[in-house]
Structure formats: C-alpha cells, structure tokens
C-alpha cells in the first residue's frame, strides 16, 4: 500500500501588502503551485498554509520564499516566474532562482526591465557576452530575437 502521508505547514508573509504580488491576481499563482506541485494551498490575511505530500510542500514552502524575496526587491511576479521556480526546484536548481534576476538586459518601451526568465536564458545571454558569434536556436517565443538586444 502506498504511503500517503499528508502535511502542513504555514508560511507567514512578513509584509501583508506584498500579498497579492505572491499570490497572483486572483490568485492565479497559487492555482499554478496547487496544480503543478500537486498540494493545496489556502491564504488567509499574512498567513499561507500549504498541504500535501511532505516533499511537495517542502518545494511549495521553498519557492513561496523565493517569491517572497523577489518582491522584497522590487520585482512584478508573473506566471511565467512562477513555472520558472516549479521547474528550477523540480531540478534542485532553486537556490539560483534569484540570481536570473539581478541583471536587467535593456529596458522596453515602457521603462520595465528586460530580464532573463530561465537557466537557459542566462546561459544564453552569457554566451553572447562572451563569443564573437552566437547561434540560437530553439522553438518559437524563448527569446532568442528578444534577449540579445
């Protein structure tokens, strides 16, 4: 019989007026933690409890601080940020979850910074950086016309 251990734990947002930046606009962000990690997530005022699978949760708890951090800095979330999270932590890469976002590429037309959004992204750019010539290639709408400005 598989062992289905269920836990909770609660992540206290420090500043309640950043709730809706990690929550998401209708909490949209909370709906793609719940559907992609697989727990249930229910805010309530400053508090998030998060309930699930312990392995689950512990990833839930972990990208919810690194989403908390960011908007400490000053950064608009979006989905796409939050996939990036559930993906990097799905590889054990989310402790560089923060470093795509410590440098600002180019600024668009409206003034907000144009960033790398994934690993692959960051390598990307670097690469660009650091070569004379660059070739780029992968699937429609990952970058590759956007990011090298």
Do not use: C
């Amino acid at each position: 019989m598989a062992d289905t251990t269920q836990t909770e734990k609660e992540f206290i947002l420090e500043n309640p007026e950043q709730e809706v930046q990690i929550l998401g606009a209708q909490d949209q962000f909370i709906a793609i933690l719940e559907e992609g990690l697989s727990v249930t997530i229910r805010p309530f005022g400053n508090s998030i409890k998060v309930a699930g699978e312990p392995f689950q949760v512990q990833k839930a708890m972990a990208i919810l601080k690194k989403m908390t951090q960011l908007v400490q800095q000053g950064i608009q979330l979006n989905s796409t940020d939050v996939v990036s999270a559930m993906k990097m932590a799905d590889r054990g890469t989310l402790d560089y979850f923060l470093d795509l976002y410590t440098e600002i590429l180019i600024k668009d037309a409206k003034g907000r910074a144009v960033r790398v959004k994934n690993y692959g992204q960051r390598q990307y750019v670097n690469a660009i950086k650091h070569n004379d010539v660059t070739f780029g290639v992968g699937p429609a709408g990952t970058g590759k016309t956007y990011l090298p400005w």
